[in-house]
């Protein structure tokens, strides 16, 4: 048994922090937010996150509150032909395609939390290794020992850089755009089940459409070119007639679900480059702390996801003194899956042909460490 602090209670520290808390060891999740609130909008849980999380036995909650995409689709901005159209309500993943709040994902994590594990309004300072463990000291002062401490704390990680220096995250020049809209506004406009991307001319405009609350909501992702930018958070407001204006070339059917928005928040796009190695001693990083990624291939937050199942099974049974080896069999198993989607995501070109998916989608975490003869399908 292991004593275990996790800093950030985003999905990828929840994810973590319930699974290793089930596996018999002592957890503490140190979240600076005092309550989540309904902050962020949409969050994109394909078939290899779903099977992740059903694994934890939280599916059937998310089944509940999210909306299941039929198909996912890639469109021509001009002429509106479809390009690809891949069913992912099939059986072919063994898992549906779940797109859902980021709140009610959080809630479902949350509430199948034991007591104490999470404690909310808790700002981790620093993180200081030390020779068999790790020390967290939070904003408060108060300090806390443990065997193994992960830094699941986001894209400006303080866990990342207390590990490996300083190094700001690059803005890509595009700035993402996301809107809400109840579902009754939109009328007929077509392919509002399924998960849309409209290519623009080049690849700094996209729009992308998808059903939300079981279906009662649409959601809108839509990209912009700038130059440059100096503001911080995720829902800073945005001028809907500018985004409009962005986007007043693409297909009426496009230009129509922009109609549909009245509120739309503006946030930057950040990259950094993969790394050769996340850990250090008793300490390692996870998630958008090790591996941030553009959202080209809907797969920041399953990413997480998976990294949290893996790290888990990598440390099932661990003492102390096996830390190290299990961090890099967690390293072995995730560094170049999630370096290859940073990459894909970076390219963007995901789908926008017809592609065999597989890689991604058909990827079971819970299996990272199954032997080929071992390995079972479900
Ligand atoms: C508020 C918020 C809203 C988002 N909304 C969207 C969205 O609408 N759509 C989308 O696609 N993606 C969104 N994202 C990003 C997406 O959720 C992540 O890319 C993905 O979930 C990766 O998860 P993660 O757990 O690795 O990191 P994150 O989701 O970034 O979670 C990191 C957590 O660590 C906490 N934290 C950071 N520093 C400290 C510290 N020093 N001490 C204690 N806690 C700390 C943060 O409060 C946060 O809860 C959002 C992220 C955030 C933080």
Redesign the pocket.
């Known amino acids: 048994m292991l004593k275990i602090g996790i ?7 929840l994810v973590a922090g319930l699974a290793l808390s089930r596996q018999g060891h002592e957890v503490a999740i ?4 005092s309550s989540y609130g309904r ?6 849980l394909t078939p290899n996150a779903v099977h992740a999380l059903d694994g934890l036995g939280i599916g059937e909650a998310l089944r509940e509150t999210a909306a299941r995409p039929q198909y996912r689709i890639s469109r021509t901005w001009d002429t509106g032909e479809e390009t690809s159209r891949l069913e992912m309500q099939g059986d072919r993943y063994e898992a549906p395609q779940l797109t859902i709040h ?1 709140a009610d994902l959080i809630t479902a994590l949350e509430s199948n939390m034991k007591p104490g594990v999470l404690r909310l309004g ?3 300072r620093t993180v200081t290794p030390l020779e068999q463990g790790a020390e967290v000291v939070l904003e408060d002062g108060s300090t806390e020992a443990f065997d193994l401490v992960i830094g ?5 990680s ?1 866990v990342r850089k207390a590990l490996f220096g300083e190094d700001h995250p690059k803005f890509t020049g595009l700035v993402s755009w ?1 809107a809400v809209f109840p579902r009754e506004v939109a009328g007929d406009i077509p392919n509002l089940d399924s998960f849309t991307k409209w290519w623009g001319p080049t690849s700094d405009r996209q729009l992308v459409v998808f059903p939300l609350l079981r279906g009662e909501e649409v959601f809108v992702f839509a990209t912009t070119p700038q130059t440059d930018w100096s503001e911080e958070g ?1 829902t800073l407001p945005g001028d809907i007639e500018e985004l409009r204006a962005a986007y007043a070339d693409f297909h009426p059917e496009a230009r129509a679900i922009l109609d549909c928005c009245t509120t739309v928040t503006r946030s930057a796009l950040h990259v950094r480059e993969p790394m050769e190695t996340w850990s250090r001693g008793h300490v390692t990083i ?4 090790a591996h ?1 990624m553009v ?1 080209f291939m809907a797969q ?2 399953t990413m ?1 996801i998976e990294d949290g199942v893996v790290l888990a099974l990598a440390l099932k049974d661990a003492s102390p003194a096996d830390v190290p080896a299990a961090l890099a069999r967690y390293e072995g198993a995730r560094l170049d899956r999630t370096a290859k989607v940073q990459r894909g995501s970076l390219a963007n070109e995901w789908l926008k042909k017809p592609e065999n998916a597989d890689w991604v989608y058909a990827y079971k975490a819970w299996e990272a460490f199954d032997t080929p003869e071992t390995a079972t399908a479900g």
């Open positions: 800093c950030g209670g985003g999905p990828g520290g140190f979240e600076r937010t902050i962020g909008a949409d969050i994109n980021r808790a700002q981790v699941a704390d986001g894209i400006h303080l996301r995720w996870m998630g958008d702390a941030p959202p920041g937050a997480a």
